[in-house]
């Protein structure tokens, strides 16, 4: 993936990346998600939810055979080689993910503030409510339905601590680990909220800032 299809974003001082999937893998996920959900054996043999922090309706784990067949694989490591080698000036020459799951989110479902293991993390949007609910008419207050926000550090002069994105259906968003983040609930609809994310380990000495 070339650096210029790479969006460096950095809110406050870690750089968060967004990339886009192709409409082809979108499709080869939610084909591939929907069977697992059609299938009870396969589902409960999948499940992940007591691995995860979400109060979701469904959390399942995505097989290494489909991650690299599907050419999901091929993707994240390329967008996340372009991202280091953006913010970081340096190639990476290794990816090896710990684990890769899909969150079904659903009305009054919520994700509390975590964290993941790895080096770095994403998140991806493969389904996207119409209406995610109601925007208050007080201009005061910050319309959060169904966002995922980024945490990092104290507010302060010039220094932001928060970073919400607004899902979109193929926007991948990366970051490092260690970079707390929530999803908020939504309301009035009835659709799902789909989303699939990864953990991810790249070169030691590249991830090791003090190296």
């Known amino acids: 993936m070339p650096e210029s299809e790479i969006q460096i974003t950095r809110p406050f001082g870690p750089s968060v990346a967004k990339a886009k999937m192709s409409n082809e893998l979108v499709e080869k996920l939610n084909k591939y998600i929907d069977d697992i959900v059609a299938n009870e054996e396969k589902s409960k043999k999948q499940d992940w939810a007591h691995r995860l922090a979400g109060h979701v309706k469904q959390e399942f784990y995505l097989e290494n055979s489909f991650i690299e067949k599907s050419g999901f694989m091929n993707f994240l490591a390329q967008a996340v080689g372009a991202w280091i080698l953006n913010a970081e000036k340096k190639k990476i ?7 890769s799951w899909v969150v079904r989110q659903f009305k009054n479902d ?5 964290w993941h293991s790895g080096h770095v ?3 991806g949007y493969l389904k996207v409510p119409n209406i995610l609910g109601k925007e208050t008419p007080d201009r005061k207050k910050i319309y959060k339905n169904g966002k ?11 220094q932001r601590s928060t ?22 609930p939504f309301s009035d609809s009835d659709e799902e909220r789909r989303s699939v994310s990864f953990n991810a380990r790249i070169d ?6 003090y190296s």
């Open 93 to 99: 020459t290794k990816f090896i993910i710990n684990e």
């Open 110 to 114: 919520y994700n509390p503030i975590h």
């Open 121 to 123: 993390s994403g998140v």
């Open 148 to 158: 995922i926000e980024l945490v990092h550090g104290n507010k302060m002069f010039l």
């Open 163 to 184: 970073f919400s994105v607004l899902p979109e259906v193929g926007s991948f968003y990366f970051f490092p680990n260690y970079m707390m983040h929530t999803v908020y």
């Open 204 to 209: 030691e000495k590249i991830y090791d800032a």
